[in-house]
């Protein structure tokens, strides 16, 4: 029993001195993140003093290259291709004929309609004739003057069918490769041929919708393709008049020449998109942005301690963002060492120049 009893005794010793221990060591780390007058350690970061500055507002955005009128080239009828008068990847003028299907069947057609016209048209006449002498009644009359009607709708009917069948350039531009040759069975659900107008470009792309009412039309903008680092410059000539409720973003449309055929429909352009100029903003560096959950956040100096602000952005560029609300000139921005700080932590700022 009585070595039970020392077994007992070593035990509570021996925890009593762990716990006494884990005191101790917690005290002196506590002691250790401390200055010799109690206060927390002051850490050493970098800052800037904010000023107002004139921004010029620009939006840099991704849109998309298409041709100023691009259309699917389609036979409205069925038939025999006859000719085909167009080179594949040529440029074609507006009412050029491009290809013709055959159209002997319509012919005949029409000039059975027009002799059957050319007797309705010869039993009107002496119906007329007749009515003038009361010998036929009214009725008599309109029935041969309708026959009359109804062989000229035939005869213009035909006459549409076969216009039809000479397929024309809707307007100027450049045909793409042609899928049908001479004598070959064409029907309208086949298609011929792209044509496309490339002189000029229509550039579309969205924009958030905090700024649809910066943008107005005949604005001008700026917008590089890739693979080349020219610029080409285009007019906004049409804004989409309604806020697409899923991206919550406004479609705007503007227009650029083309006249060297540089640029190629389908490409994806980057759009500098010029805003208005801002007097006195204050613009920080992004690095000074910390994202939170209900927003963005920057660590200013307040009397040597670190202080927490919500601010509110607008436009970022490469190296620095545009804030709206939150800040003051004259406020020291903390721009380094952000994401170890906490609120009220000592800091010394060496101030970037």
Same mark, same amino acid.
């Not at 200055?35 to 004139?54: A, E, L, P």
């Not at 085909?84 to 074609?92: A, P, T």
């Not at 009515?131 to 709708?153: C, H, M, N, P, T």
């Not at 970022?316 to 609120?343: N, Q």
């Given at each position: 029993? *009585?070595?039970?009893?020392?077994?007992?005794?070593?035990?509570?010793?021996?925890?009593?001195?762990?716990?006494? =221990?884990? $005191?101790?060591?917690?005290?002196?780390?506590?002691?250790? +993140?401390?200055?010799?007058?109690?206060?927390?350690?002051?850490?050493?970061?970098?800052?800037?003093?904010?000023?107002?500055?004139?921004?010029?507002?620009?939006? +840099?955005?991704?849109?998309?290259?298409?041709?100023?009128?691009?259309?699917?080239?389609?036979?409205?009828?069925?038939?025999?291709?006859?000719?085909?008068?167009? *080179?594949?990847?040529?440029?074609?003028?507006?009412?050029? &004929?491009?290809?013709?299907?055959?159209?002997?069947?319509?012919?005949?057609?029409?000039?059975?309609?027009?002799?059957?016209?050319?007797?309705?048209?010869?039993?009107?006449?002496?119906?007329? &004739?007749? &009515?003038?002498?009361?010998?036929?009644?009214?009725?008599?009359?309109?029935?041969?003057?309708?026959?009359?009607?109804?062989?000229?709708?035939?005869?213009?009917?035909?006459?549409?069918?076969?216009?039809?069948?000479?397929?024309? %350039?809707?307007? +100027?531009?450049?045909?793409? &490769?042609?899928?049908?040759?001479?004598?070959? =069975?064409?029907?309208?659900?086949?298609?011929?041929?792209?044509?496309?107008?490339?002189?000029?470009?229509? $550039?579309?792309?969205?924009?958030?919708?905090?700024?649809?009412?910066?943008?107005?039309?005949?604005?001008?903008?700026?917008?590089?393709?890739?693979?080349?680092?020219?610029?080409?410059?285009?007019?906004? =000539? %049409?804004?989409?008049?309604?806020?697409?409720?899923?991206?919550?973003? !406004?479609?705007?449309?503007?227009?650029?020449?083309?006249?060297?055929?540089?640029?190629?429909?389908?490409?994806?352009?980057?759009?500098?998109?010029?805003?208005? /100029? $801002? #007097?006195?903003? /204050?613009?920080?560096?992004?690095?000074? /942005? /910390?994202?939170?959950?209900?927003?963005?956040?920057?660590?200013?100096?307040?009397?040597?301690?670190?202080?927490?602000?919500?601010?509110?952005?607008?436009?970022?560029?490469?190296?620095? $963002?545009?804030?709206?609300?939150?800040?003051?000139?004259?406020?020291?921005?903390?721009?380094?060492?952000?994401?170890? !700080?906490?609120?009220?932590?000592?800091?010394?700022?060496?101030? #970037?120049?």
């Amino acid at each position: 029993m *009585k070595l039970k009893h020392v077994i007992y005794t070593i035990l509570i010793i021996g925890f009593g001195a762990f716990i006494a =221990y884990r $005191i101790i060591s917690n005290k002196n780390k506590n002691d250790d +993140s401390k200055d010799k007058g109690g206060k927390n350690k002051t850490m050493t970061v970098s800052g800037i003093v904010v000023k107002t500055q004139t921004f010029d507002n620009n939006l +840099s955005l991704s849109g998309s290259i298409e041709a100023n009128e691009q259309v699917e080239i389609r036979s409205e009828i069925s038939g025999i291709v006859e000719g085909i008068y167009f *080179k594949e990847g040529s440029n074609v003028t507006k009412g050029q &004929l491009l290809f013709k299907v055959n159209d002997i069947e319509l012919r005949a057609q029409l000039a059975q309609a027009k002799t059957k016209g050319g007797l309705a048209s010869e039993n009107e006449r002496r119906a007329k &004739l007749l &009515l003038e002498k009361e010998a036929i009644s009214q009725e008599e009359y309109d029935v041969a003057r309708a026959d009359l009607k109804l062989a000229q709708a035939q005869i213009q009917l035909i006459q549409a069918q076969i216009a039809k069948t000479s397929v024309k %350039a809707p307007f +100027s531009g450049k045909i793409g &490769l042609r899928s049908i040759s001479p004598g070959s =069975y064409i029907t309208p659900s086949l298609l011929v041929a792209k044509l496309v107008n490339i002189s000029k470009l229509k $550039i579309t792309f969205s924009i958030p919708e905090k700024y649809a009412n910066q943008v107005k039309p005949n604005s001008n903008l700026s917008f590089t393709v890739a693979g080349s680092t020219e610029k080409y410059t285009a007019k906004i =000539y %049409a804004i989409e008049p309604e806020v697409q409720i899923s991206t919550r973003t !406004l479609q705007v449309r503007a227009i650029a020449e083309n006249k060297d055929g540089k640029l190629l429909p389908g490409t994806f352009a980057n759009v500098e998109l010029p805003l208005e /100029i $801002i #007097k006195d903003a /204050i613009v920080i560096p992004s690095e000074a /942005i /910390i994202p939170v959950q209900n927003g963005k956040k920057v660590l200013i100096s307040n009397n040597g301690k670190a202080k927490e602000v919500m601010v509110e952005t607008a436009t970022r560029t490469d190296a620095s $963002i545009l804030v709206l609300s939150g800040l003051k000139a004259g406020d020291t921005l903390l721009t380094t060492g952000v994401v170890s !700080l906490k609120e009220d932590d000592a800091v010394k700022v060496k101030i #970037k120049l």
